[in-house]
């Protein structure tokens, strides 16, 4: 069984921005919580009970919604282990340096602003005996479908083009994979490479690199504010919106939020923990972030009140793109 996982949560989250100015990408706030810890959950719901997380751009927020001490922490009685990076290795290279955090046995690794809900049995049972290198979870659909896997085998032929010469089923990668430790072999100390042209050159060389392609449940890449007020939307209109979360989450109005009583909430609006809104302010589809506050009178639609900003979103009914 696979109990460890890389989660990464280093990266800079430009096209999310001003919402990552203060903390990483992989804590903004989802009906208030963190979205690494969706990752957490997901993985922990697998039998993972173990994480290892990089950290560069606003490592102090880890401390502040983590509890991070000494490159540590504990999530739902799992040990958290932090790997800083003091320039930004991409994924390869921040793998590379988490090598002795991460042991001598396959790991997970996962995007840290990725939110999943589907089962990861098929990736693990993908993987373990296969000999496989590395086993990738794939997606038939999606716009960003740039890995070429063949069913039968249920190996990969090519990753972004940089083989060429392949006509298999092109799919989308999830960014949730297994890695095995022999792959650390093949990244030199400190480069700041990404995995994939490590994966190619591996490829190319004859080694096998699985993939396994997973279709049911849910799949959402947070890659900019109209992603982010899209979730938010989906899951508002669901009942019981993520499998390994408890049936009473979510909640659009978190304990300690203090709302006039004449205020309108409408749509998909969330309020965080200890934010306010005014007397007679009009939020419809705005996520209010924890401790911000609602000026009385203020009329908002489609926006993101973060960092004592506003942030408009270019979306229409809660999240569809306008």
């Known amino acids: 069984m696979i109990t460890t996982a890389f989660v990464l949560g280093a990266g800079l989250g430009t096209r999310l921005r001003p919402l990552t100015d203060q903390r990483p990408k992989p804590l903004v706030p989802i009906f208030d919580k963190p979205l690494i810890t969706f990752a957490f959950d997901h993985l922990m719901a697998s039998g993972v009970r173990r994480f290892v997380v990089n950290t560069h751009h606003c490592a102090e927020a880890y401390a502040d919604l983590l509890g991070m001490k000494n490159q540590e922490a504990i999530y739902r009685g799992c040990p958290i282990q932090f790997s800083h990076e003091p320039v930004l290795l991409e994924t390869g290279g921040g793998i590379k340096k988490a090598a002795s955090l991460l042991g001598e046995e396959p790991f997970v690794v996962y995007n840290g602003d990725v939110l999943a809900d589907f089962s ?95 279709d049911g449940g849910d799949w959402f890449d947070i890659g900019n504010v109209n992603s982010y007020m899209e979730v938010h939307s989906i899951i508002a209109s669901r009942q019981h919106a993520i499998s390994y979360l408890p049936k009473t989450w979510p909640v659009s109005i978190q304990n300690g939020a203090s709302i006039d009583p004449t205020a309108e909430i409408l749509g998909s609006t969330v309020v965080g923990q200890g934010a306010s809104v005014g007397g007679r302010a009009r939020l419809e589809n705005v996520i209010v972030w924890p401790g911000e506050n609602v000026d009385a009178g203020c009329q908002l639609k489609n926006a993101v009140i973060s960092n004592g900003n506003v942030t408009q979103s270019s979306c229409s009914n809660g999240g569809e793109p306008a």
Do not use: K
Request: charged share 15%; net charge negative.
């Open 120 to 214: 990861l049995d098929s990736l693990f049972q993908a993987h373990e005996g296969s000999g496989n290198l590395a086993t990738l979870a794939l997606r038939s659909v999606g716009t960003e479908r740039r890995i070429q896997w063949d069913p039968q085998s249920g190996l990969i032929t090519d990753m972004r083009g940089l083989i060429g010469g392949r006509s298999e089923p092109a799919c989308l990668f999830s960014g949730i994979s297994i890695i095995s430790p022999a792959v650390l072999d093949h990244i030199p100390d400190g480069a700041v490479v990404s995995i994939i042209p490590i994966l190619v050159e591996l490829l190319r060389s004859g080694a096998r690199i699985g993939g396994v392609v997973i």
